[in-house]
């Protein structure tokens, strides 16, 4: 559990006193550790789970997000090119 210093907090705005509270908190090297921790537990959860689905999908022979990504660059390039082939012959005629 975490141990935070006790503050007297002279009378004043709430403001203030929020400041003065919130500095102590975000200063705590223990909170600060938990917060990092916390943090990176989530960025690694995130990466496993995506890591997980995408092998489940290619064991299913499922299109996976890069692979769409791929066929998606891929028809877009050929879509270009037949639009060129399509000029080239509208020019010639």
């Known amino acids: 559990m975490l141990k ?3 503050v ?3 009378k004043a705005s709430f403001a203030d006193s929020f400041d003065k509270g919130m500095n102590v ?6 909170f600060l550790r938990t917060a990092s921790v916390v943090i990176n537990l989530n960025s690694y959860r995130r990466k496993w789970t995506r890591a997980a689905i995408q092998k489940t999908l290619t064991t299913l022979e499922l299109p996976v997000r890069t692979d769409q990504e791929k066929m998606l660059a891929l028809l ?6 037949l639009e060129d082939l399509e000029g080239r012959v509208n020019a010639q005629h």
């Not at 908190?25 to 223990?30: A, C, F, G, I």
């Not at 877009?76 to 090119?81: F, I, W």
Request: aromatic fraction near 6%; hydrophobic fraction near 30%; avoid cysteine.
């Open 8 to 10: 007297s907090l002279p």
């Open 25 to 30: 908190v975000l200063t705590n090297k223990d």
């Open 4 to 6: 935070f210093p006790k």
């Open 76 to 81: 877009e390039k050929l879509n270009h090119r």
